[in-house]
């Protein structure tokens, strides 16, 4: 009747996970039942669940990223502490808790960290900065935003019944096949990371036509901000990576669930296909990441130092190069898989080459700095620790290009430090420096300056103390994902790294006080004018927060940094343009298919970890259904009228002729 | 169905309907920008082109999904472990037949697109129809095909080679066999609702959809049926 599912799946005899499920239970059970007793439900249903406004549903990935944020840190803080404790000892975690761990760690950071944040600011910002109300396909989003929160449901699930995988976050058969890994740990990471995985697809689906199809007149491709030609290279990279992923883990879930011999080695299965495989999709997924990271500095570098973006075309190009080239070094991650000098050689070149596009962009962001006028804003100071930081990882990286060198550190520490050096350092810090720069225009109050800055201190001086030594461990031979330690040497830096490991915790915590503080104190942090930082593209020309339907009226683009430009002429000619005539807007309705898709999805997916069939049939026979009875809607749009449309764009002007007269006044005064 | 021997006007007004934005038809320059279509300075475009040109990336992720079952049949090809051989697997006969059923069933999609075009209901439906009974039939033959396979003891768990072959075929066959739910579905709607905007957009993408399995079905039926007898 249940499958696999009985009693023994829940951990009692495991004092670390129980106690946190049941920590984590309570807290969901509190944070619904306020829900319920404020009487928030309908409110929620109806502006955020069932929404499918794209700065909404932004708003909600960067939520789910952040609290799995919290959680993959959390799991990092078990596995230094673990490793500090067990040298010569046993530690505090068993090693089959040990390896979930670290398994869950990099899939949660990876899948349901990074991936949401990212996808999160790529969804609030790049119809703002492309001048439109709305994504291409504004349901479709809504799905992708809920399928992304299943997935995550489901990892986390596995920490109460059953178990996660012992496997490391990509599952390297033979070892993650059934007869080496019978536990549902593997089938948990399956079923959570192709739910998630097809709702990033969805996404790249529909960024790629939004930014192809769905730009203000005039915003031509060479006037659009860098962060959407970052936005449109990453999700040409989802569109043709994604799928690689998706039919990767198809294979291992025949292989488990059937006995087919895609990657098993018996019966002529081939596991170092999978390696190839998970990688071709690994790698691009590095530059899925980091691409949009990359467009974020731009935007605060130009921003912050009062000039256009320097060689914006070189940088338009190097984008390019690096979403292309991508896809041609994933064997950089196997060197040691033994597949001939001249293989090996021919990927080495590949992936210096790549660092190429990665060095013209470091110059050009150098060079915007140059002879600007630089604010050290909490938004800058990120984008200046990033370009230390990633420059350091970068060439570690290169270093590990180079075979011969990549057989002495393979698998080591070293290795673990350089991918942390460019994810943290690159993608981290990204995204900190965007969610400090966009949150104003989200919530219409900016972040508390002296917090943010504190925490941005903590983190850099954290970062490098945590992993410094790691570099140093992994050039002394140490490997990686080790549950024990055997050589006393070792204690000074794992004790270094542990207390780099503490300076992070002030850091979060630093962060997590910026924003209490930051909402106690809104009043005095509010954004009145809906250009807080002197920008330069479309999103500053809407109010703060920016209306539901973003524009009054559809902005008509003269030239590159549609805003400035805009801003530009007003001050000189001390007037805003005539207003315009307000005309009625047609906006998306909300739907719920996404909620209901997702609910299916977990559904299917936790019967299918369990074995419970008739439950899965069940629950894709309702998923049917339900795209069904929504397919049979009649009703897609709803009209704004033209009076409301007048009213909240009148606030608009009036805040803008107020900033006009300061403007002038300065201006007068200098 | 004839539209031989209209008049001039009728004629410009049916390509007009089938093509309102004359993609294809000029340059993507600036020099000729299009209301709509979503080229250089124009403004978003229409809803149409929006949907026709997200389902055409979806479609190329699709085929990047069977590229790597290709992908791992090629790999995986010669791993028969000391069991049946690709020549001891394809009965081309059946195979024929399916091809057969598939390509004409592309053939008579078309055909109900074209009806869609001159708004007949009665000709969208009966060719959408054909098209979903060759469909059935296909999967029919296939199912036949494995089933026949299995009673021989040839399953995917006996080989890698074996793995590869079903995995790739049997993904093919899935996609065509919910590519009929979506078809079954589409009638209903088109029955009940007419030819209401979105559904037209929604019978462009299942054709997309259609010709697109159809396209990596002759990638199938290359690969493993023919290459598999010829030595």
């Given amino acids: ?47 955020w669940i069932t929404s499918v406004d794209h700065k909404r549903i932004g708003i909600m990935y960067c939520l789910l990223g952040s609290v799995m944020l919290i959680r993959g840190f959390a799991d990092a803080i078990m596995m230094r502490s673990q490793q500090a404790l067990a040298i010569n000892a046993p530690g505090y975690l068993p090693p089959e808790h040990y390896n979930q761990i670290f398994s869950a760690h990099g899939t949660i950071m990876i899948f349901f960290a990074a991936m949401p944040l990212v996808i999160g600011l790529m969804n609030f910002v790049t119809p703002l900065q492309l001048g439109v109300r709305d994504v291409a396909f504004p349901t479709l989003n809504s799905v992708s935003f809920w399928l992304t929160a299943s997935g995550a449901l489901l990892v986390n699930v596995s920490l109460f019944i059953g178990e996660f995988a012992r496997t490391g976050w990509l599952p390297y058969p033979p070892l993650s096949e059934a007869t080496y890994s019978p536990g549902v740990g593997v089938d948990y990471y399956l079923w959570a990371v192709q739910i998630s995985g097809v709702g990033t697809l969805m996404t790249g689906i529909n960024f790629v036509t939004t930014v192809l199809k769905m730009r203000c007149p005039g915003m031509t491709y060479l006037r659009m901000p860098m962060f959407c030609w970052t936005v449109l290279a990453a999700s040409l990279l989802i569109v043709a990576v994604f799928p690689i992923l998706t039919a990767t883990l198809a294979m291992l879930s025949l292989d488990r669930y059937f006995g087919f011999h895609y990657f098993t080695n018996t019966a002529g299965g081939n596991p170092m296909m999978f390696v190839n495989l998970i990688w071709a999709w690994g790698h691009p997924e590095v530059y899925i990441l980091v691409l949009p990271a990359f467009g974020i500095f731009s935007e605060i570098f ?20 690096i979403c292309i080239v991508a896809m041609m070094v994933w064997l950089h991650h196997f060197f040691t898989m033994g597949a001939g000098a001249a293989v090996n050689t021919a990927f080495g070149i590949s992936t210096s080459i790549i660092a190429v596009g990665t060095g013209v962009k470091i110059y050009n962001w150098i060079f915007t700095m140059y002879g600007g006028r630089v604010r050290f804003s909490v938004p800058m100071l990120w984008s200046l620790g990033f370009i230390f930081t990633f420059v350091i990882g970068g060439m570690t990286g290169v270093l590990l290009a180079v075979p011969p060198a990549d057989f002495l550190v393979h698998n080591s520490m070293f290795l673990v430090a350089h991918f942390h050096n460019v994810i943290v350092g690159g993608v981290v810090f990204g995204l900190f420096a965007g969610i400090d720069y966009w949150f104003p225009k989200a919530f219409g109050f900016r972040l508390h300056e002296g917090w943010g800055k504190a925490a941005f201190w903590f983190a ?18 140490m490997t ?20 780099g490991v503490g300076i992070l915790i002030v850091g979060a915590v630093c962060q997590v006080v910026m924003l209490v503080v930051s909402i106690l104190r809104r009043d005095e942090l509010r954004d009145v004018t809906g250009d807080p930082w002197d920008g330069r593209s479309l999103e500053w020309a809407t109010p703060s927060p920016a209306p539901f339907f973003n524009f009054a009226v559809m902005p008509n ?27 009625p807007i047609e906006m998306p309705v909300n739907s719920p298919v996404g909620f209901y898709t ?34 049979w809607r009649d009703v897609h749009e709803f009209h704004v009228p033209a009076e409301e449309v007048a009213r909240v764009d009148r606030a608009r ?10 403007l002038g006044q300065q201006g007068a005064a200098t | ?21 004359r993609l294809g038809h000029r340059g993507h320059g600036p020099d000729s920008p299009v209301e709509g279509a979503g080229h250089g300075a124009t403004g978003p475009a229409r809803k149409r082109i929006v949907v026709g040109y997200g389902f055409w990336i979806f479609l190329l992720s699709d085929i990047v999904m069977f590229a790597c079952f290709f992908a791992a049949f090629a790999v995986l090809r010669g791993a028969t472990a000391g069991g049946p051989t690709p020549r001891d697997v394809v009965e081309l006969p059946r195979v024929g037949l399916e091809t057969a059923a598939l390509l004409l069933s592309s053939y008579t999609c078309g055909l109900s697109f074209a009806a869609t075009n001159a708004r007949s209901l009665l000709w969208t439906q009966v060719f959408l129809l054909v098209t979903g009974l060759l469909g059935l039939a296909f999967v029919g033959l296939e199912l036949q095909e494995f089933i026949s396979l299995a009673a021989r003891g040839i399953t995917p768990q006996r080989s890698a080679f074996l793995t590869g072959f079903f995995g790739l075929v049997g993904l093919h066959g899935l996609h065509v066999t919910v590519a009929g739910m979506w078809l079954a579905t589409m009638m209903a709607q088109v029955q009940v609702k007419g030819f209401r905007r979105e559904i037209v957009h929604r019978l462009i993408c299942f054709n997309l959809f259609w010709h697109a399995l159809d396209i990596v079905w002759i990638g199938i039926f290359t690969i493993v049926y023919l290459m598999g007898v010829t030595p």
């Fill in chain 1, 1 to 47: 009747m249940f499958g696999k599912l009985s009693w023994s799946a829940i951990p009692l005899d495991q004092p670390i996970p129980l106690i946190t499920s049941v920590v984590l239970i309570l807290t969901i059970l509190g944070v619904l039942g306020l829900v319920t007793a404020k009487g928030w439900w309908p409110y929620l249903w109806r502006e």
């Fill in chain 1, 302 to 321: 130009s921003t912050f130092s009062g000039k256009p973006l320097f060689g914006y075309r070189s940088m338009v190009a190097a984008t390019l190069f």
């Fill in chain 1, 460 to 477: 850099l001086v954290g970062f490098w103390v945590t992993f410094a030594p790691l570099y140093i461990l992994g050039l002394q031979g």
């Fill in chain 1, 480 to 499: 990686r994902r080790l549950q024990h330690v055997n050589i006393e040497e070792w204690r000074p830096l794992l004790d270094l790294s542990l207390v």
């Fill in chain 1, 557 to 583: 683009v003269q030239g590159e940094e549609a805003y400035w430009d805009i801003k530009l002429r007003a001050v000189e000619s001390q007037q805003l343009s005539p207003e315009p005539r307000y005309e």
């Fill in chain 1, 598 to 631: 997702a609910f299916f999805a977990t559904v299917t997916g936790f019967a299918l970890i369990w074995q419970i069939w008739w439950l899965a049939g069940l629950g894709l026979a309702a998923a049917f259904a339900g795209f069904v009875v929504f397919a």
């Fill in chain 1, 653 to 662: 002007r009036s805040a803008r002729e107020a900033l006009l007269e300061r």
């Fill in chain 2, 1 to 21: 169905m004839s539209d031989l021997g209209l008049p001039a006007a009728v004629e410009t007004l049916r390509r007009v309907r089938e093509d309102p934005h």
